[in-house]
């Protein structure tokens, strides 16, 4: 079945940067396009970036336009997301997400920016 498995968030300052890691099974990873969530408390999930099968067809929020990178290794099944110039407003919990039919989505890993 299909499983995603995010890692790397944790605590950091303003300013400071993280590295998501969203390791994939289950499915043929390098044909599908994947995106990175985001849900902060009170707020709804929003779409941080996305990123095609192969690498390509790059598009993130404007919000975190020139600070986020996703990338992906196809050899590896895994997606990232390098998080720089962290702001106390990225703070939130981080998903993973693939649509095969139907969306499937991690359990998500905490990203707290805080001084």
């Known amino acids: 079945q299909v499983q995603l498995v995010e890692s790397g968030g944790g605590l950091v300052q303003p300013g400071g940067s993280l590295r998501l890691s969203c390791a994939a099974s289950?499915?043929?990873?390098?044909?599908?396009?994947m995106r990175w969530y985001r849900q902060a408390p009170g707020k709804e999930r929003e779409l941080v970036a996305g990123i095609g099968s192969t690498g390509g067809n790059l598009n993130y929020a404007d919000s975190v336009k020139g600070r986020f990178t996703i990338s992906r290794d196809n050899a590896k099944n895994t997606v990232y997301l390098q998080m720089n110039s962290l702001k106390p407003e990225d703070t939130a919990v981080y998903y993973c997400?693939?649509?095969?039919?139907?969306?499937?989505w991690g359990q998500g890993t905490q990203v707290t920016v805080s001084s």
């Open positions: 289950g499915f043929s990873f390098s044909m599908y396009r």
């Open positions: 997400n693939v649509v095969i039919f139907s969306a499937y």
